[in-house]
């Protein structure tokens, strides 16, 4: 029992752990000749403080060992015995209830071969390893090796048998770098990270007043209450119920975390690839229509007859099993809201799992809630509204939001690949549409599947179709050429201005003069005189359109852009590919090969190489010398990015 309960809240407690913009573990190689048919490969990895990478001989049914391997479709060598391992350390793990073996600060680990055809140049092995601190990452690469003795380099690694000189144009030699470590964003993540958790939480109280969550709430506290021995050990019973609810949500954001952890980047491209945005438009239709009442979506039936079965068992692990329970029969109305989170928390910028975390914290505490207050006050029980139709209403409801959300996963997927089809005019139209059906369905013009007969419109529901009704006039002026209204409430789901089906003098936010390669902005900032504000953004961005709209917007903000600024904007999402010529392989100092291939590849990584970060938006300043002028910013308000950039203009001026 004691390990069972250790282990759900170190689980618990890995999802709000921060994951490191290092890597953990960066690995050196190279080669030793020991005979005409026999190599060592030697592995020299350096390990962040407080780090444990573990060794090959950690115990089963604990942290995975090391393991390395002869690549998939290798030929021509074979290992010989285990890898020799420099000194290891050993500590007993209350969690595996066992003595851990690992490394700390650093590790040489020489694997020999021997070769079985000796006409083979290359030889290329598979290395696995766990690192762990407050979050474990498993690291899994391919390392090839020539056997003319020359270690791989960043400048040369070969591949297919082949030597690819890799690009190091990506490397700027900043000056004043020290500047970008005094940005400070705890308050802004941290106010981001809240606003997760409330955007997580309303999703929750939603899914609270669907029809498969809310009959359970006076059945499940009224089971705790009665079935207790003691009125006390009922209410502990449903407090601890609630506290498995939040878990169990929680522990859904872990793997995004150990992916994230991979890769700085890698969530980030994931979220503005052009398959999974239309895939996400794709199950969000398909959930929209579930809330219609076509069709229910349900897990296996098996699933949760075993998991009922297992909360017969009693105590806390029964209790835990009668939450995965509620979790897995309310699926068809939380899975949909569940699949919005996942979806926007990954389309936004900043550190996503944690973001997906805050989200899904959220989400679980709302769902909770009611139980371990009903439990602590049982006569609130008869204040709860009866089940009845309304309940369908706010699922159709549900429905109507979901298919507007999608769209925006669709507009994601046109923008990142610029095809042309769903620009602003159109996307706002669209929305026109779905809401005008909504209001429709509030007066009782349309019926859906599980509708009842029509009865006399209360006033509460034609109030709230009268609210809807006043957003469709909101969004109208949206598509005309030149509106009456900006649409600044709406930041960030629309596309850009810019992207519009009238003819526009500029590809810029705002009609602004913007450059979107760094070497052509460099060279027109020398030629002006004037400092670069480096624009780290994305077409996929929400929080960049927010600062282009509502920030960027302002006419004393917008004429010092206009004015006195060479704007570089770099697209860290685009998926244009770059002319053949132009795609090159970046070697990471962990010694992983990144293909550079599109745009987005290019600057992405551009980012991440020269300011250790691949959030966005981001914004610099600095010289065509390539000196930092001040601080980075991010999103932030409209007070705070004029006096930025007013600081940064004089101290350009003033140090000339």
Request: hydrophobic share 45%; charged share 20%; aromatic share 14%.
């Amino acid at each position: 029992m004691k390990k069972f309960f250790t282990l759900f809240i170190l689980l618990a407690t890995l999802t709000l752990s921060a994951q490191t913009e290092k890597d953990p573990a960066v690995f050196e190689t190279s080669i030793q000749k020991i005979s005409e048919t026999e190599y060592d490969l030697i592995y020299n990895i350096t390990i962040l403080d407080k780090w444990h990478l573990y060794s090959q001989y950690n115990p089963e049914d604990a942290s995975l060992p090391l393991a390395i391997s002869i690549a998939k479709n290798a030929t021509g060598f074979e290992l010989i015995g285990k890898a020799t391992e420099s000194k290891t350390y050993k500590e007993y793990s209350d969690v595996w209830e066992k003595e851990e073996i690992f490394f700390k600060d650093k590790a040489t680990i020489t694997q020999r071969i021997k070769l079985t055809n000796k006409d083979i140049t290359t030889v290329k092995v598979n290395f696995f390893a766990q690192v762990c601190k407050e979050v474990c990452i498993q690291i899994e690469d391919d390392y090839t090796f020539s056997l003319d003795g020359k270690s791989i380099t960043n400048e040369e690694i070969v591949i297919d048998g082949k030597s690819t000189q890799l690009s190091n144009n990506l490397k700027l030699d900043l000056k004043n770098t020290a500047l970008l470590k005094e940005i400070t964003n705890q308050d802004e993540e941290s106010g981001s990270l809240l606003n997760l958790f409330l955007l997580g939480f309303a999703g929750g109280l939603l899914a609270l007043l669907t029809p498969c969550v809310f009959p359970m709430i006076p059945l499940t506290v009224s089971f705790f209450t009665k079935q207790s021995q003691s009125r006390a050990k009922g209410i502990s019973n449903a407090i601890l119920y609630g506290f498995f609810i939040v878990v169990i949500y929680i522990l859904l954001s872990i793997p995004f975390h150990l992916i994230d952890g991979l890769d700085p980047s890698i969530l980030n491209t994931i979220s503005t690839n052009v398959w999974l945005n239309v895939f996400f438009f794709a199950i969000l239709v398909f959930f929209a229509f579930s809330f219609f009442g076509y069709f229910e979506i349900t897990l296996p039936s098996s699933w949760g007859n075993k998991m009922d079965s297992a909360s017969n068992v009693g105590g806390v692990i029964g209790i835990f099993f009668m939450a995965l329970t509620l979790a897995i029969v309310s699926f068809s109305c939380t899975g949909p809201i569940l699949g919005s989170l996942l979806a926007g928390s990954l389309n936004t910028s900043g550190d996503q799992a944690m973001q997906l975390s805050a989200g899904m914290t959220g989400f679980g505490a709302a769902l909770a809630l009611p139980f371990a207050l009903f439990a602590l006050f049982p006569s609130w029980l008869n204040s709860l509204p009866k089940s009845g139709g309304w309940l369908n209403t706010t699922k159709v409801i549900l429905g109507f939001l979901e298919l507007a959300f999608a769209f925006k996963f669709l507009s994601n997927a046109d923008l990142v690949i610029r095809f042309g089809f769903l620009k602003r005019e159109i996307f706002i139209g669209i929305w026109i549409l779905i809401f005008i059906g909504l209001v429709l369905y509030l007066f009782k013009r349309i019926k859906f599947p599980h509708d009842g007969p029509n009865k006399k419109l209360s006033f509460s529901r034609v109030s709230f179709g009268i609210l809807v009704l006043s957003f469709v006039v909101y969004l109208v002026p949206g598509t005309f050429k030149t509106p009456t209204w900006s649409l600044k409430a709406l930041s960030g789901f629309p596309p850009p201005q810019f992207y519009s089906i009238y003819e526009q003098e500029s590809d810029c936010p705002l009609g602004l003069n913007c450059y979107k390669d760094f070497d052509e902005g460099l060279a027109a900032a020398k030629a002006a005189n004037k400092p670069i504000l480096l624009d780290f953004t994305g077409w996929a961005c929400v929080n960049c359109r927010k600062v282009e709209e509502n920030v960027w917007s302002e006419p004393d903000i917008y004429q010092l852009l206009k004015d006195d600024y060479i704007l570089i904007s770099l697209y860290v999402d685009d998926q244009k590919k770059l002319p053949e010529e132009d795609q090159f392989q970046f070697k990471r100092e962990n010694g992983k090969v990144k293909e550079i291939e599109t745009i987005g590849d290019k600057w992405s990584t551009f980012q991440t190489v020269n300011f250790q970060t691949a959030s966005q938006p981001y914004y610099v300043q600095m010289t065509a010398d390539l000196e930092i002028l001040q601080r980075a910013e991010q999103y932030t308000d409209r007070d705070t990015y004029y006096r930025w950039l007013k600081d940064g203009k004089e101290k350009f001026y003033n140090d000339k």
